[in-house]
């Protein structure tokens, strides 16, 4: 949906980011300590997943003297929002109410997430519809086929 932000980022490259947005700015020397507590990877290994991130233009570079300092202007949020919309962008329409169904199940929500979210659904209750018409193209979803009776 947002295509403004290359959001196709790796498992590595996400552990890679969340130490730059918990940072701000940081060295290679700085991310490569972070996650060599959680990860076992060698400084190379850290350091190749920062070139791709640059080359991504995900992650910016600054000299300061001899060191490099990583910083991004994408925010954690767009970026996870990028992320779950092109997931549902891969589900039938008629699918999303019960996958967010499932992720709020799964989910651990303090007494504050859970007054969030029943807020947030009063709201949908506004503009909801008797049934979500499903836009797949026939033939990538169960539903054409069924007339919509079966569901999924
Ligand atoms: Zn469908």
Excluded at 60 to 77: A, F, P, Q, R
Excluded at 123 to 129: G, H, N, P, S
Aim: glycine content about 6%; hydrophobic content about 35%.
């Amino acid at each position: 949906m947002n295509n403004e932000i290359e959001s196709k980022i790796t498992d590595s490259e996400w552990e890679i980011m969340r130490v730059v947005w918990a940072q701000d700015k940081v060295t290679s020397k700085e991310i490569i300590d972070i996650l060599e507590q959680k990860k076992d990877w060698k400084p190379a290994t850290t350091k190749t997943f920062i070139g791709r991130l640059v080359k991504k233009g995900i992650l910016l570079t600054e000299t300061e003297g001899k060191k490099y300092i990583y910083s991004t202007e994408v925010s954690e949020s767009e970026m996870i929002k990028g992320t779950l919309y092109e997931l549902l962008d891969h589900i039938c329409d008629k699918d999303i109410g019960n996958t967010i169904g499932s992720m709020i199940s799964n989910a651990t929500l303090s007494f504050k997430d859970i007054e969030n979210l029943q807020q947030i659904l009063k709201l949908k209750e506004k503009d909801a519809v008797a049934e979500v018409p499903c836009s797949c193209v026939p033939g990538q979803c169960k539903c054409k086929d069924h007339n919509c009776i079966s569901g999924h």
